[in-house]
């Protein structure tokens, strides 16, 4: 069910995704089934290991943090967008894949494939989007022409609150698929459904034990 978002009034706190949709963005450190619902993103697409120097990776959340900012911050500005209210950016979120592999091998980083994405409130349309990434170019003078509009309905899954070094994320997963199982669902791992991380945690300044990760898988009914 969609959240009733009350517009902020120049006092008010900004809507801060993380609070108002727990289930999606602080679910406990158990396994848990859930249904999510179809969302707008911005988005980058690129290949290869995410740790490398330069990588596609790092180079993807350089462009998305300004265009999103741009929208956030249209407020300040001539470009006036319907309904609009206040918000705080949405944490980082990450879909990943290799080719031929159903699941992730973490110890081959350089065949991923990844959708970078940061979620955008509804009032984020095509055309508010266009504006942005007009506005930023110019402004910036960078090419954000990787930046895309993303809408994705991700529909039902096993996640979980992974704590400590990504690396570590295969022990959350199997204990998501095994909870998948003992509730009567299956991996539904394909072309268009992928493994899903999103970063609570701001990685420069956590220490890799503690950093926070919601990990999601897509399933289906057996």
């Known amino acids: 069910m969609k959240k009733k978002i009350n517009k902020p009034e120049e006092e008010q706190m900004a809507f801060d995704y993380k609070k108002e949709y727990k289930e999606l963005y602080k679910p406990k ?25 330069n990588s596609e990776y790092k180079q993807s959340i350089s462009l998305l943090y300004p265009i999103a900012y741009a929208i956030k911050m249209s407020k300040k500005g001539d470009y006036k967008i319907d309904d609009y209210f ?33 979620r955008m409130p509804d009032f984020v349309t095509k055309e508010v989007f266009e504006w942005a990434i007009e506005e930023t170019t110019r402004k910036k003078k960078e090419d954000f022409s990787k930046v895309e509009f993303f809408t994705y309905d991700e529909g039902l899954c096993v996640q979980c ?8 994320e295969p022990i959350t997963v199997e204990a998501m698929h095994e909870y998948m199982i003992e509730q009567g669902y299956e991996l539904d791992i394909t072309d268009e459904r992928f493994h899903h991380e999103v ?13 926070k990760t919601v990990l999601r898988h897509p399933i289906k009914k057996k």
């Open 29 to 53: 450190a158990k396994p848990s089934i859930i249904n999510v619902e179809k969302a707008n993103f911005i988005a980058v697409r690129g290949v290869g290991d995410p740790n490398a120097e």
């Open 86 to 118: 206040d918000f705080v950016v949405p944490p980082l979120e990450g879909f990943w894949w290799q080719e031929g592999i159903k699941g992730v091998d973490y110890a081959n980083k350089d065949s991923f494939n990844f959708i970078s994405l940061i």
């Open 161 to 168: 609150m992974h704590i400590g070094p990504y690396n570590d």
């Open 199 to 211: 970063y609570i945690s701001d990685v420069r300044k956590i220490s890799p034990e503690k950093l």
